[in-house]
């Protein structure tokens, strides 16, 4: 019985570790400034030196451009013969057969994060005018993750004549994880867009999950303001692959503990020679 006590505590211990591994939460080897904001953990820099390590890091961006046209079959659409409508640009935003265009965004990056804001208001009428959606302040924000957020303020009437008036929508998502850097720009060519369901609310004419057309987009950049987009992993989806492969572990552990004991059952059973049979 005690045999049997410390064989499974080892099994036990791999599952006691494996749960609390999966409990605790992903942290980094970041610095961790301290009062003065001067010290990095885990790194041999002096206050100074740190400082500067922490500019390479950030990018003040004024000359970002994009080349986006919205999405080929609403165009189609407007200037059709149902709709018979037209779209108009202003205060900065472009139009050239098919893409509409958008320049001088400025911002500021950090080691991937930041928002780059763009002037020009985009406008879309039709229906003798119960179609009237204005879309403006044209913001493309960036987390470090391969999906980047496109945010407009939508104003107006929706195709169904609905009156819309929001801002700082979370108009679509943008597939950045082609983006590349090289002399000093960042190009981001013909990324998927996609609409999320607060734009197709806002929008009123697609549901979300719907495919618009490419986008466009470049910017003065570094590799270190703009380093390659980093996957992201769900908690969840870590926490399952730690217990999946302790469950393995303590699999593979207790075949071998009962297989050794079944053996060593074996022998105690073997019948022994009585010394007074010879």
């Known amino acids: 019985m005690r045999r049997l006590n410390v064989c499974l505590l080892g099994p036990a211990a791999l599952v006691v570790t494996a749960v609390a591994i999966a409990l605790t939460p992903m942290t980094s080897n970041a610095a961790v400034p301290d009062a003065a904001g001067a010290s990095l953990a885990h790194a041999n820099i002096a206050p100074a030196d740190a400082t500067l390590a922490a500019d390479s890091a950030v990018c003040d961006v004024?000359?970002?451009?994009?080349?986006?046209?919205?999405?080929?079959?609403?165009?189609?659409?407007?200037?059709?013969?149902?709709?018979?409508?037209?779209?108009?640009?202003?205060?900065?935003?472009?139009?050239?057969t098919p893409n509409f265009g958008w320049a001088a965004g400025s911002g500021e990056l950090d080691a991937g994060e930041g928002t780059i804001a763009f002037d020009g208001t985009l406008r879309f009428t039709g229906h003798d005018g119960i179609l009237d959606t204005t879309l403006s302040g044209l913001e493309i924000v960036f987390d470090s993750t391969?999906?980047?957020?496109?945010?407009?303020?939508?104003?107006?009437?929706?195709?169904?004549?609905?009156?819309?008036?929001?801002?700082?929508?979370?108009?679509?998502?943008?597939?950045?994880?082609?983006?590349?850097v090289d002399d000093g720009t960042a190009v981001l060519d013909s990324a998927p867009v996609t609409l999320t369901d607060a734009g197709s609310a806002a929008f009123g004419t697609y549901p979300a999950g719907e495919e618009f057309d490419p986008i466009t987009v470049s910017f003065s950049a570094t590799p270190e303001c703009m380093p390659e987009p980093r996957a992201t992993y769900p908690v969840v989806a870590r926490n399952l692959m730690v217990l999946a492969s302790v469950i393995v572990i303590v699999g593979g552990v207790s075949v071998v503990f009962f297989v050794s004991r079944r053996r060593g059952t074996a022998r105690t059973l073997e019948p022994t020679k009585d010394s007074s049979d010879s």
């Open 146 to 180: 391969p999906t980047a957020v496109l945010i407009f303020d939508v104003s107006g009437t929706t195709q169904d004549g609905l009156p819309v008036d929001a801002v700082d929508v979370k108009f679509a998502t943008i597939d950045v994880s082609a983006i590349s």
């Open 62 to 96: 004024s000359d970002a451009a994009i080349t986006w046209g919205v999405k080929e079959s609403l165009r189609s659409y407007i200037s059709g013969t149902i709709a018979h409508g037209e779209w108009a640009v202003g205060d900065g935003a472009t139009y050239e």
